[in-house]
């Protein structure tokens, strides 16, 4: 009897402790929820704490630590929980993020610090060694703005503003920012974060003493100073580089950045579409034509069909403005990555093709072979295929005519006399001519309607129609005058654009 006593006591006690435990949690779910609702936004992010000890290698400097913030948490906040968490007092560490030191009254949201970013913990001493370059991401007498809107509004292309250029909006739900082609992770266009390291030790613990005011100080080197805060490193010179936005990065991430995708804080339409989307492309005219970015795909998409790019001797195989506009080539070519992987890939080949024969060399015109080559010498007509290391088909063709090598000119026959052909057999003159595959008459027919492409030597025939010819060879689609001979241009097209009064 009391063995059962005592159980039934003990199973009493411990549905009272569950009740107890079940009334705790939900009272905390309450107040974390409800009371607490800001709670839910808590992010991981990872503090580096730079020691003050002077070693030879940074790493050996560094410790890593994990801390969840809120949003709404100011500077001074973020650097008493480093603080206590890492044993120190608030007052002999300051916190570093993207080149610039953290006020105390900066609040953690206009960072825009999302999931996994970095922050330096950097003794306060290293900062005052420093103290009469680095400033605080808060100016004196101005609102802080955020590092990334501070460095997305000022980096502008000078020659691109006007006096009749309205600033950005920084009030607007829209906020100004870099983009990206992640080739790691989202294969697409995604908004990018600008960081800054060391350039001598490639640490994070770095601040600039002035900001970049243009995409040169940003893409070339030894164009902004600043201080090291790593013990041992006594770099000065500022590396700029990017992230994708959408998600963490590691070592080997892939960013390209795209100068020309903006955030369309003005809502400008799209020259296309008429859209007002957020991301666009600011073509680097003088009118700064706007076009969103799935028109932009189809357009290139549209002239890569069409063979429409140009290829430029400084810039490359690149578009200009849809509107027309002088002066408007896009001078980075990584804006093409927004074909998508298979087609960037032709992109790219399309692009050698017509920088090999830009550069006097030839595509073999073996059916499915198309290699590029270079011939060695100016004038001779002979060109093989190569084949090496999987390349080629070994094919000779006349470069002239782009048919298989002959001797003499080319379209004319050598005729052997008559008793060297085949094996010595007699074969009647008449017969000959009537086994023929191709009559004469169909040749001197081909010879009145064709004429050979002025580029690329192959046969075009003209069935009616205008005197505007394009070549129908795929590698080479040249615009030529069938009267002329030449390119076609505007006085071809004045001059005798239907071949009025000509003989054809």
Not at 77 to 105: C, M, N, T, W
Not at 187 to 206: E, I, M, Y
Request: glycine share 6%.
């Amino acid at each position: 009897m009391r063995s059962i006593s005592l159980r039934v006591a003990v199973l009493r006690a411990s549905a009272q402790q569950a009740q107890f435990v079940f009334v705790f949690v939900c009272y905390y779910v309450i107040y974390e929820v409800l009371l607490c609702p800001s709670n839910m936004d808590r992010v991981l992010i990872s503090v580096k704490l730079i020691q003050s000890q002077k070693l030879s290698k940074c790493a050996e400097n560094a410790t890593v630590m994990t801390v969840h913030i809120n949003p709404s948490q100011n500077g001074g906040e973020l650097r008493s929980e480093v603080a206590r968490l890492s044993g120190q007092s608030p007052a002999d560490i300051r916190l570093v993020f993207a080149g610039k030191l953290i006020d105390d009254v900066q609040i953690m949201e206009d960072l825009r610090i999302c999931e996994n970013t970095m922050i330096h913990a950097v003794p306060a001493q290293r900062i005052q060694c420093h103290s009469d370059g680095p400033k605080t991401i808060k100016d004196e007498g101005v609102k802080p703005q955020p590092v990334h809107v501070l460095m997305e509004s000022r980096i502008i292309d000078e020659d691109q503003r006007s006096p009749e250029t309205p600033d950005v909006d920084l009030a607007s739900s829209l906020h100004p920012s870099f983009y990206v082609y992640c080739k790691s992770h989202c294969r697409s266009v995604q908004p990018g974060k600008l960081r800054v390291c060391c350039q001598t030790c490639k640490d994070n613990a770095f601040i600039v003493k002035e900001d970049p005011v243009c995409w040169d100080d940003v893409i070339l080197s030894n164009r902004i100073s600043g201080s090291c805060l790593v013990p041992g490193c006594q770099g000065q010179k500022a590396e700029f580089f990017f992230k994708c936005s959408s998600h963490a990065s590691s070592v080997n991430d892939q960013f390209t950045v795209l100068p020309l995708v903006k955030t369309n804080t003005r809502r400008v339409i799209c020259i296309t579409c008429a859209d007002i989307l957020t991301s666009v492309l600011v073509f680097p005219c003088s009118a700064s034509h706007v076009m969103c970015l799935d028109c932009f795909r189809q357009y290139c998409r549209l002239c890569l069909d069409e063979r429409r790019f140009i290829q430029s001797p400084e810039l490359g195989y690149t578009l200009p403005c849809p509107a027309g506009c002088e002066d408007s080539l896009i001078k980075d070519t990584h804006h093409f990555l927004v074909l998508g992987k298979e087609q960037y890939a032709r992109y790219k080949r399309f692009g050698t093709e017509e920088y090999l024969l830009s550069e006097g060399g030839v595509l073999c015109p073996s059916p499915g072979c198309g290699a590029g080559i270079l011939p060695e010498s100016d004038g001779e007509s002979r060109v093989e295929c190569l084949q090496e290391e999987g390349f080629g088909c070994g094919f000779v063709f006349c470069r002239n005519c782009h048919e298989a090598y002959h001797e003499g000119e080319c379209g004319q026959r050598i005729e052997e006399p008559h008793g060297q052909r085949g094996s010595g057999s007699e074969v009647d003159m008449e017969r000959e001519r009537r086994a023929r595959w191709e009559s004469e008459e169909s040749k001197r027919t081909i010879g009145e309607t064709s004429k050979p492409c002025p580029n690329c030597k192959v046969p075009v025939e003209r069935n009616g129609g205008c005197m505007h010819m394009i070549c129908s060879r795929t590698q080479c689609k040249y615009e030529w005058c069938w009267i002329c001979g030449i390119e076609w241009n505007m006085g071809c097209l004045e001059d005798h654009w239907f071949g009025a009064g000509f003989l054809l």
